[in-house]
């Protein structure tokens, strides 16, 4: 027996944010913007702006991720003495400030070359002309090339039967009529949707 099936954009967007009521249902998330784990009020989880102007990202929650960022950026030893507990909130202000003076010590390819490719959870933020070439991206082939132009290769990926881009990029309208022409409409049907404005 068939079925109507209800799709909406805002019932997906609410769907994403189960984990956040499910924090707020826990007492962990405050409802204030910029103060809580997730939402850039940590320290250990947020972008920093580097020496070069350009920014790096942490997400170095789980303890041992956070020890490690710790220890390869040399927070603990930046001469401002200890540091509180990772998870003590009120000073995560103050941490905010620290660990932004730090990441302006250096460009973004130097703390590169100190963090990538550990446990620190931390990852260059790469413009779109940068992504493409960034080595996990070219070893992954996460981008792909066709008819000049650099996109997103097909995704999820299948072992057995591999998605395929067929064509470039197309604009508004490049194949509207190819498409209705396939869907059953002749082509006087076609002119007066366009003379209406119904189609691109």
């Avoid at 003076?101 to 130097?110: N, P």
């Avoid at 940068?130 to 090339?145: K, Q, W």
């Amino acid at each position: 027996q068939g079925q109507v099936i209800d799709a909406a954009m805002v019932d997906g967007t609410a769907s994403l944010m189960t984990f956040f009521h499910q924090l707020k249902a826990l007492g962990v998330y405050n409802g204030v913007r910029g103060t809580n784990l997730l939402d850039t009020g940590a320290h250990f989880y947020d972008v920093y702006e580097t020496a070069d102007a350009e920014f790096i990202s942490l997400g170095s929650i789980e303890p041992q991720f956070y020890a490690e960022l710790l220890r390869l950026s040399g927070l603990a030893d930046d001469g401002q003495g200890p540091l509180p507990h990772q998870l003590d909130q009120s000073q995560w202000p103050a941490l905010k400030d620290r660990v932004a003076a730090l990441f302006r010590t250096k460009t973004r390819d130097e703390w590169c070359s100190i963090m990538e490719a550990t446990d620190v959870c931390f990852a260059p933020v790469l413009s779109m002309d940068e992504a493409p070439r960034h080595p996990h991206n070219v070893h992954r082939g996460t981008f792909t090339e066709v008819a000049g132009i650099v996109q997103p290769a097909p995704a999820p990926r299948f072992s057995r039967t591999p998605g395929a881009i067929e064509r470039p990029p197309c604009w508004a309208g490049q194949h509207t009529d190819g498409a209705l022409s396939d869907w059953g409409f002749g082509a006087e049907e076609i002119t007066k949707l366009r003379e209406t404005g119904a189609v691109a």
